[in-house]
């Protein structure tokens, strides 16, 4: 069965730094591309990150650019969004979505539960 669990979320002040976690089970992770996706209150549900299998390639939408990290470590089936920088604006349901192929395609068919990430002074 797969599963993904994300963690690391939690409430911090403007500027600060905060490392979330999205560790799989179920399937070996190193074969699929894997995004992170958030959702604020009253917004719709947007892609921010994605990372390939293959060759690590990554992708950000325009908000997050130069402020937040993907990363994978195949070895322990986990991917990691590291946030710098954080914003007020960043406040949401942070979730991560493994793509059933090796490319970030868009449309992730398997989700976490979500982590809730709040940035307020």
């Known amino acids: 069965q797969v599963q993904l669990v994300e963690s690391g979320g939690g409430l911090l002040q403007p500027g600060g730094s905060l490392r979330l976690y999205c560790a799989a089970s179920g399937f070996t992770l190193r074969y699929y591309a894997i995004a992170w996706f958030r959702q604020a209150p009253g917004k719709e549900r947007e892609g921010i990150s994605c990372?390939?299998?293959?060759?690590?390639?990554?992708y950000y939408t325009d908000s997050v650019k130069g402020r937040f990290t993907i990363s994978r470590d195949n070895s322990k089936n986990t991917v990691y969004l590291q946030m710098n920088s954080l914003k007020p604006e960043d406040t949401a349901v942070y979730y991560c979505?493994?793509?059933?192929?090796?490319?970030?395609?868009?449309?992730?068919?398997?989700w976490g539960q979500g982590t809730q990430v709040t940035v307020s002074s």
């Open positions: 990372i390939s299998s293959s060759d690590g390639i990554t």
């Open positions: 979505a493994a793509e059933t192929y090796y490319y970030c395609a868009g449309h992730p068919p398997y």
